[in-house]
C-alpha cells in the first residue's frame, strides 16, 4: 500500500514539472495528482509542498490569476472558479473536499436575466487556515491567518482571525480558544 501512494506522489510530482514547463510557477516538491486540471493565468503559482488532489479543477481566464501558498493542499473534488480576478491562498492551508470557491458568480437583479449579470471579486484567504468539507465561498470574500471554516459553511464578507465559523451565510461560533462569542455567551 505505501509504494503504491509512493507512486502516486512521484507521479503528481511530474504532472507538477509538465504544469511548469506550461507556464505554472510550482515549487518544490509540489504535486498535481491525476485528474486534476489547472488553467491559469501568468503569474500563477503552487507553492512549495503544496498538493492538488484528483478532481481539483482551477480555472482562471484572461487576466485572472492564483497564488497558492507553502504547503497548502487542496482535497478532492475541489472547483476553484477564478476568471479574471485574483485569488489568494496563503501558507499551511488545508481545505477539505468538495470545495466551491467562486471568484465570478451570477448575480441576481432586479430587471434583466439572471445569466446576463455577474458579480466578480478577488478572494484571499490567510495562512494556518482549516476549511472544511463543501464549503463554499463567494465572490470578495476574506478569510484571515488562523481560522476554521466547519463543513457546509457557505463564506461571504470578512473572516477576521482567532474564530471557529459556520452556518449560512458563515458565522463566528466559537473563538479557536474555546471562547464563546459576546452574542452567544450566557
Same mark, same amino acid.
Given at each position: $500500500?505505501?509504494?503504491? @501512494?509512493?507512486?502516486?506522489?512521484?507521479?503528481?510530482? $511530474?504532472?507538477?514539472?509538465?504544469?511548469?514547463?506550461?507556464?505554472?510557477?510550482?515549487?518544490?516538491?509540489?504535486?498535481?495528482? #491525476?485528474?486534476?486540471?489547472?488553467?491559469?493565468? &501568468?503569474?500563477?503559482?503552487?507553492?512549495?509542498?503544496?498538493?492538488? @488532489?484528483?478532481?481539483?479543477?482551477?480555472?482562471?481566464?484572461?487576466?485572472?490569476?492564483? +497564488?497558492?501558498?507553502?504547503?497548502?493542499? +487542496?482535497?478532492?473534488?475541489?472547483?476553484?472558479? +477564478?476568471?479574471?480576478?485574483?485569488?489568494?491562498?496563503?501558507?499551511?492551508?488545508?481545505?477539505?473536499?468538495?470545495?466551491?470557491?467562486?471568484?465570478?458568480?451570477?448575480? +441576481?437583479? &432586479?430587471?434583466?436575466?439572471?445569466?446576463?449579470? @455577474?458579480?466578480?471579486?478577488?478572494?484571499?484567504?490567510?495562512?494556518? =487556515?482549516?476549511?472544511?468539507?463543501? =464549503?463554499? =465561498?463567494?465572490?470578495?470574500?476574506?478569510?484571515?491567518?488562523?481560522?476554521?471554516?466547519?463543513?457546509? !459553511?457557505? =463564506?461571504?464578507?470578512?473572516? #477576521?482571525?482567532?474564530?471557529?465559523?459556520?452556518?449560512?451565510? &458563515?458565522? #463566528?461560533?466559537?473563538?479557536?480558544?474555546?471562547?464563546?462569542?459576546?452574542?452567544? !455567551? #450566557?
Amino acid at each position: $500500500m505505501l509504494i503504491g @501512494y509512493t507512486l502516486d506522489a512521484v507521479r503528481a510530482r $511530474m504532472r507538477a514539472r509538465v504544469a511548469a514547463w506550461l507556464g505554472l510557477d510550482v515549487g518544490t516538491r509540489a504535486q498535481i495528482h #491525476p485528474g486534476a486540471r489547472v488553467r491559469c493565468g &501568468a503569474g500563477s503559482t503552487l507553492g512549495a509542498g503544496s498538493i492538488l @488532489y484528483r478532481d481539483v479543477q482551477i480555472l482562471a481566464t484572461g487576466q485572472g490569476r492564483f +497564488v497558492i501558498g507553502a504547503r497548502s493542499h +487542496v482535497a478532492p473534488g475541489g472547483y476553484l472558479l +477564478v476568471g479574471d480576478q485574483c485569488l489568494s491562498i496563503g501558507d499551511d492551508v488545508a481545505i477539505g473536499p468538495g470545495l466551491m470557491l467562486f471568484c465570478e458568480s451570477n448575480a +441576481v437583479t &432586479a430587471t434583466g436575466l439572471f445569466r446576463d449579470h @455577474y458579480r466578480r471579486g478577488e478572494i484571499r484567504i490567510g495562512s494556518n =487556515v482549516f476549511i472544511g468539507a463543501r =464549503v463554499t =465561498v463567494l465572490p470578495g470574500s476574506f478569510i484571515d491567518d488562523g481560522v476554521v471554516v466547519a463543513a457546509h !459553511a457557505v =463564506v461571504r464578507g470578512h473572516l #477576521p482571525s482567532g474564530w471557529v465559523y459556520g452556518g449560512v451565510p &458563515a458565522r #463566528p461560533l466559537h473563538r479557536i480558544d474555546g471562547a464563546r462569542p459576546p452574542s452567544t !455567551a #450566557p
